[in-house]
Nanobody
Framework: QVQLIESGGGLVQPGGSLTLSCAASGGSFRNGAMAWFRQAPGKEREFVATKRWATGATRLADSVKGRFAISGDNTKNTVYLQMNSLKSEDTAVYFC??????????????????WGQGTQVTVSS
């Protein structure tokens, strides 16, 4: 069974940067996609970014375009989320997810069947 392990969260000042990593073990999503979602206290889980392995295509939420980037290393079954110009509203638990979404469900959390445990990102001065 595939497991996803996230790392890289922490406390950062507004305007700072962090890079999250998510490694898949016990398998891969080579024919699917790996994504990042986040959930702030009292809010629903929201889509952040996704990457299709076969095509390399990526998609980002409008709220993070121009600040975040998703990339991957298929030799390591690992996807990364580079976060720049962080804002207080980026504070959340960030979850990595893997699955086989179709184009219309790329941003839907229900399309991803395997989830990591989450890593806390706190943006505060």
């Amino acid at each position: 069974q595939v497991q996803l392990i996230e790392s890289g969260g922490g406390l950062v000042q507004p305007g700072g940067s962090l890079t999250l990593s998510c490694a898949a073990s016990g398998g891969s999503f080579r024919n699917g996609a790996m994504a990042w979602f986040r959930q702030a206290p009292g809010k629903e889980r929201e889509f952040v970014a996704t990457k299709r392995w076969a095509t390399g295509a990526t998609r980002l939420a409008d709220s993070v375009k121009g600040r975040f980037a998703i990339s991957g290393d298929n030799t390591k079954n690992t996807v990364y989320l580079q976060m720049n110009s962080l804002k207080s509203e980026d504070t959340a638990v960030y979850f990595c997810a893997g699955g086989y979404p179709i184009t219309s469900t790329l941003t839907s959390h229900s399309a991803y069947r395997v989830w990591g445990q989450g890593t806390q990102v706190t943006v505060s001065s």
